[in-house]
């Protein structure tokens, strides 16, 4: 080999740039597939109306779907109507992706446990809201996983427990963001609310 050949420099770029490069161009390919994928809805519907639950002291377990996709109101749910309600007492709100308590109650967060084998729920922890320009309350706070690739919201499926104003106590679990009626921001959650002033919430 010449003495100008061995010193010439290579042509070929480096194996780690070419690797790079690949890299690049699959996240970008990625991401624009995820932008322009519609998702497949669960099969969950807007609740409509159904009556006031029979009385007695343990509401549920129940699954509720409301339609939560405005920007600006927030959409609230009594308990014991077991509905979406436009006036009279509520305990929980949602707004997107935002859950929030009612003033004077609280929400604490008991983590990924199975629904059914929450029996009783804690005396102490709750939190209240944080009032700000985007409301908050940080014992749901960011109840779900976002997906970069497909943009999409998925349950943690954590349980959660709820005080409300009146003292009574309830569990949830959300469960949905999508549902085939609203498409968007349309909470599918189950519940079991017990009035009785007790903190068990199975029969």
């Not at 099969?43 to 377990?61: E, Q, W």
């Not at 129940?62 to 979406?84: C, P």
């Not at 009783?120 to 700000?132: H, I, T």
């Amino acid at each position: 080999m010449s003495a100008g050949a061995a010193g010439a420099p290579s042509r070929r770029p480096p194996v780690l740039v070419l690797a790079m490069g690949v890299a690049f161009l699959l996240l970008v390919a990625a991401l624009l597939i995820g932008s322009i994928t519609s998702p497949e809805f669960p099969p969950y519907a807007v609740t409509g109306p159904r009556g006031a639950p029979p009385r007695k002291s343990l509401v549920g377990p129940a699954t509720y779907t409301l339609d939560a996709s405005s920007t600006v109101r927030w959409r609230t749910f009594d308990f014991r109507r077991d509905a979406a309600v436009d006036s009279g007492p509520w305990d929980l709100a949602f707004r997107r992706f935002h859950v929030i308590a009612a003033p004077g109650g609280g929400i604490v967060d008991l983590g990924r446990v199975p629904f059914d084998s929450v029996a009783e729920l804690p005396a102490v922890g709750y939190l209240g809201n944080a009032l700000g320009s985007d409301t908050t309350n940080p014992g749901v706070g960011k109840w779900y996983d976002y997906n970069m690739l497909t943009h999409l919201l998925t349950s943690k499926r954590h349980v959660y427990g709820v005080r409300t104003p009146g003292g009574m106590y309830a569990k949830v679990e959300v469960m949905a963001y999508y549902c085939k009626d609203v498409g968007v921001a349309c909470v599918t959650f189950r519940y079991a609310y017990q009035e009785n002033g007790t903190r068990r919430v199975v029969p």
